[in-house]
């Protein structure tokens, strides 16, 4: 089938290119434009506890509110409030609130500090637009009002909450982007150049994914509209170094391949449609490794992650299509000598590889290597099981010094760590009956005696008398783990003291992050393996075998505890974090499987290829490595490169991903495909492929040719419809 696609391609380059431009365009022209959601509670389906509260709160106190941002007023000589600052403060409040801005519904009064240097405004937006561009131009709109209200005062104000947050996270997500595209950009570029020594192949890589990333955005937001799912500003940067990170690699598996059939005597022409049909299996296998990975998400119960499942899955979808059509059509249209200009290097095998040795080591010494590689994976694999996780997802996505970040820190220390958040402990009566103020009472009396309860306000109540709202202040940052702890206790305690007839629900910010933490445990359990099943069919299916799958994936599952072990090191313990983006496993988990058993199947089709030419399992190893290691090596090199390219955004979630990332491709690349996988193939031997014959070829197709620096080249080759292609 693979040779079929390239023999068309190659012999119809204009019109495949074409249709693509085509394509592209109508694809972008039709796409609607989406709108980023950030607001936590957004994450969740209705089923969690904390989502049901809130909606109880919105029907039984419509005129209560949790604030969506906060004004935190201070002196600008950082002494304390005096009694003038304090009336100013309160009346800076009501002209804020006489200011209509669009969305803000009012500004009220809050507490000052134990200290009495901060004052608080609390300001109420429409409850809809919670997470919404809306509440970020308000956000905007109070910030420039602050500023002019406060222009020649003694008093200075900074705007948090999560309105201020979303529009921080816009700027910061803006150039966290335009920062990651330029490093994928340049490290994609030096990489290619080093490679290949040549400009062209360098610059048109870029210039064939910049087409197929426009394509696939605009599908992304046809697909997201269509399914009505969340959109998130954090999914554009990661898709960025998707789509260029992949496609690069794809890239490379066509084009060493060319330049191998190229060296070995072939036209042009050809060499592209052998090179199509010879790693087109691997690709799609490899690409199809990935979308199953990615379309796994969509199982996931956090809308954040079940909209970046499809989203990247169409990416790599759209990716492995260019990389079957679009760029071999355009590659075939340049003459190999203009192409890899002014290098000549690509008309002659080298003499001498350190892939060579490699494979050399690992036909005499496979225990040696499996065991010294595997023992490196392992050792790190160890420092994961001191894993935690930290979920405070709005200052892990932006920098600490912007003004959201600025004010959460500054109340955090000024309030009660839980102050600015508290917890809310509602009781509903489920027939509408008028709840028992007395129980009410000794719900609040057990509230108190809650670990990590800092304090617990008197029970209001609504105007039907039906339910009643307890706030409950905690000791402990509102999105720590102590927190969420404290929840837990406090939910435990909340559903037994509820009389018959009556219901407790726990909500509040701890809650949200409690049921987030509840649902990401879910998909440990689900998604997890259901990507790893699929992926170990891919495989099955690919190579006819049912063991290889087995050692396959349990390899990559070793290189992902052995990166997890490598990021608890680094933030953990070397700079000290409290702990690791609550998220940050689960993309871990499907970058270093997926991308890992990309690699994986590479080396391990490669091997096949030349069991299937006679040569004995520790032969094939030492050939595999000598022939695909440099392509292995080349896209991993690249791939963790601009992976390691989204360090460059300035926010905690990036530079976690993007370390936790590039180091598992790195372990993926330079370890499990390198070392450890085709040891583990050249000690099981013929069994790997049982029970069928996947390593055995046909009569006739084991003789070797020597031609150009000793380069071997197979009858295969150069038959293409043989049956050992097949």
Do not use: C
Request: proline letters at 5%; charged letters at 15%.
């Amino acid at each position: 089938m693979f040779h079929r696609i390239g023999r068309t391609v190659v012999r119809h380059p204009i019109w495949t290119i074409v249709a693509w431009i085509v394509a592209a365009v109508v694809i972008v022209m039709t796409a609607p434009t989406l709108a980023s959601n950030s607001d936590e509670s957004s994450f969740l389906p209705k089923s969690y506890e904390s989502i049901q509260a809130m909606e109880l709160q919105q029907k039984a106190f419509p005129t209560a509110f949790t604030p969506a941002a906060e004004v935190l007023y201070q002196r600008t000589d950082g002494l304390a409030l005096t009694p003038a600052d304090k009336t100013a403060v309160l009346q800076l409040n009501k002209d804020l609130a006489a200011k209509k801005v669009d969305q803000v519904q009012g500004v009220f009064p809050g507490p000052f500090s134990a200290d009495g240097k901060y004052g608080l405004g609390l300001v109420k937006m429409d409850d809809k637009s919670a997470g919404q561009p809306k509440q970020a131009d308000a956000a905007k709109a109070l910030r420039d009002d602050l500023q002019q209200l406060t222009k020649g005062t003694d008093l200075n104000a900074k705007l948090g909450g999560s309105a201020a947050q979303v529009l921080d996270q816009q700027d910061a997500s803006q150039r966290g982007q335009a920062l990651i595209g330029v490093g994928t950009f340049v490290i994609i570029i030096l990489a290619m150049l080093i490679i290949f020594r040549a400009p062209l192949m360098a610059i048109l890589p870029l210039v064939l994914i910049g087409i197929v990333a426009t394509a696939a955005n605009g599908l992304i937001a046809d697909i997201t509209k269509l399914l009505g799912l969340q959109s998130n500003s954090s999914v554009s940067g990661i898709l960025i170094v998707v789509l260029f990170g992949v496609g690069t690699d794809y890239i490379l598996f066509l084009m060493f391949r060319y330049r191998e059939r190229l060296r070995a005597g072939e036209d042009a022409k050809e060499a592209m449609i052998t090179a199509v049909g010879r790693v087109g299996e691997a690709i799609a296998s490899a690409a199809g490794a990935v979308i199953i990975a990615f379309l796994a998400l969509s199982l996931s119960s956090v809308s954040f992650l079940k909209q970046m499942g499809p989203a990247l899955g169409i990416a790599v979808g759209v990716t492995l299509i260019a990389g079957l059509t679009l760029i071999p059509a355009v590659f075939s249209l340049i003459p190999p000598k203009a192409l890899f200009w002014p290098s000549k290097k690509w008309q002659v095998e080298p003499q001498s590889s350190k892939f060579a040795s490699v494979g050399r080591l690992v036909q005499r010494r496979p225990a040696m290597v499996a065991l010294v590689s595997g023992l490196l994976m392992v050792a790190l694999a160890l420092v994961a099981t001191s894993y935690k996780a930290s979920f405070d997802f709005a200052s892990g996505s932006m920098p600490k010094t912007k003004e959201s970040m600025v004010v959460q820190d500054t109340m955090t220390r000024a309030f009660s760590a839980g102050a600015a958040q508290p917890t809310q402990v509602y009781l509903t009566s489920d027939s509408g009956t008028v709840l028992d103020k007395s129980a009410v009472s000794g719900l609040e009396d057990k509230l108190k005696t809650v670990p990590g309860v800092a304090q617990v306000a008197p029970a209001r109540f609504n105007a039907a008398g039906n339910t009643a709202d307890i706030s409950v202040v905690l000791t402990n940052d509102p999105q720590s783990s102590q927190a969420m702890n404290t929840v837990d206790s406090i939910r435990t305690v909340a559903h037994a003291a509820a009389p018959a007839g009556d219901k407790a629900l726990v909500g509040g910010v701890s809650a949200i992050y409690k049921d987030i933490n509840k649902a990401i445990n879910h998909d440990y359990l689900v998604v997890f393996p259901t990507a790893g099943l699929l992926i170990m069919l891919i495989l099955g299916l690919m190579l006819r075998s049912v063991v290889a799958p087995w050692y396959l994936m349990a390899s990559v599952g070793l290189g992902f505890a052995a990166t997890l072990g490598a990021t608890v090191l680094v933030f953990q313990h070397m700079q000290n974090q409290s702990g690791l983006m609550f998220m940050l496993p689960v993309f871990m988990y499907l970058f270093v499987v997926a991308i890992g058993t990309d690699y994986n199947i590479l080396m391990i089709a490669r091997l096949r290829e030349e069991a299937r030419e006679g040569r004995n399992p520790r032969e094939a190893a030492a050939q595999a490595l000598r022939h695909a290691g440099p392509t292995v090596a080349a896209a991993g090199a690249i791939l963790a490169g601009t992976f390691a390219s989204m360090m460059l955004a300035g926010n905690t979630l990036f530079a976690e991903m993007g370390f936790s990332i590039s180091f598992g491709i790195v372990i993926a690349a330079f370890v499990m495909a390198m070392f450890f996988t085709p040891s583990l193939t050249a000690l099981i031997g013929h069994a790997a492929w049982w029970p069928g014959h996947a390593d055995r070829g046909h009569s006739g197709h084991g003789e070797s040719k020597v031609v150009a620096g000793n380069f071997p080249v197979r009858d295969s080759d150069a038959e293409v419809d043989s049956p050992s292609r097949r």
